[in-house]
């Protein structure tokens, strides 16, 4: 069974920047982080392949947060700039227990997920 474990939320302005780790034990090939903020639903922010050739991201954090991963340590991370108010949420890392060449965007396709982590970005 994998776990996974996410790190480095918090309260941050608007403008600033976070970075989020989740340290994964056991096998996993894409990974992924989702959001979601209270009354909505999860959302995808950010995927990756097994071997990191391919990223893929959300519309709304193109060009402002930056996935990557260390396969050496099994931790995939978040770089997060540029922070919005609207970025706040629960930050919830996720991964597939199976192959797949292309990043996974839709929840249904990630067999394992942490627990979260808060993101709050004050204006």
């Known amino acids: 069974q994998v776990q996974l474990v996410e790190s480095g939320g918090g309260l941050v302005q608007a403008g600033g920047s976070l970075r989020l780790s989740c340290a994964a034990s056991g096998r996993t090939y894409g990974m992924g982080w989702f959001r979601q903020a209270p009354g909505k639903e999860r959302e995808f922010v950010a995927g990756i392949t097994w071997r990191g050739r391919s990223t893929y991201y959300a519309d709304s954090v193109e060009g402002r947060f930056t996935i990557s991963r260390d396969n050496a340590k099994n931790t995939v991370y978040l770089q997060m700039n540029s922070l919005k108010p609207e970025d706040t949420a629960v930050y919830y890392c996720?991964?597939?227990?199976?192959?797949?060449?292309?990043?996974?965007?839709?929840?249904?396709?990630?067999?394992?997920w942490g627990r979260g982590t808060q993101v709050t970005v004050s204006s």
């Open positions: 996720a991964a597939q227990g199976v192959l797949d060449w292309e990043v996974a965007t839709r929840v249904s396709e990630y067999n394992y």
